[in-house]
């Protein structure tokens, strides 16, 4: 069992910095690879970043490639989204998640992942 928190959502200005954090208790933590989701009002959960169990590995939809970055501290069980350059399309209520289904290492399928946190809200101002 994992319990996912996130923290370090906010208004920004469009161009602004933000770094969400996403606290997890459990010992199983470092087995299971992580990702982060977003859902902006009136549209579908969609998957942002992925990183692999070790953080040797990760992966990130094309909007927010360049700009984003999944890390992850297993010794502190947390995992990390430092997100620059933000744009107005980036609002949204942003989820961490546990992947717990699955063969590949990562997924971008909010199906596969079996532990999720509150979320936190994400608001860029243009």
């Known amino acids: 069992q994992v319990q996912l928190v996130e923290s370090g959502g906010g208004l920004v200005q469009a161009g602004g910095s933000l770094r969400l954090s996403c606290a997890a208790s459990?010992?199983?933590?470092?087995?299971?690879?992580m990702g982060w989701f977003r859902q902006a009002p009136g549209k579908e959960r969609e998957f942002v970043a992925a990183?692999?169990?070790?953080?040797?590995?990760?992966y990130y939809t094309p909007s927010v490639k360049g700009r984003f970055t999944i890390s992850r501290d297993n010794a502190e069980n947390t995992v990390y989204l430092q997100m620059n350059s933000l744009k107005p399309e980036d609002t949204a209520v942003y989820y961490c998640?546990?992947?717990?289904?699955?063969?590949?290492?990562?997924?971008?399928?909010?199906?596969?992942?079996?532990?999720w946190g509150q979320g936190t809200q994400v608001t860029v101002s243009s």
């Open positions: 998640a546990a992947k717990t289904y699955g063969g590949m290492w990562y997924s971008d399928s909010a199906y596969d992942y079996g532990y």
């Open positions: 459990g010992r199983t933590f470092s087995s299971y690879a």
């Open positions: 990183i692999s169990w070790s953080g040797g590995s990760t």
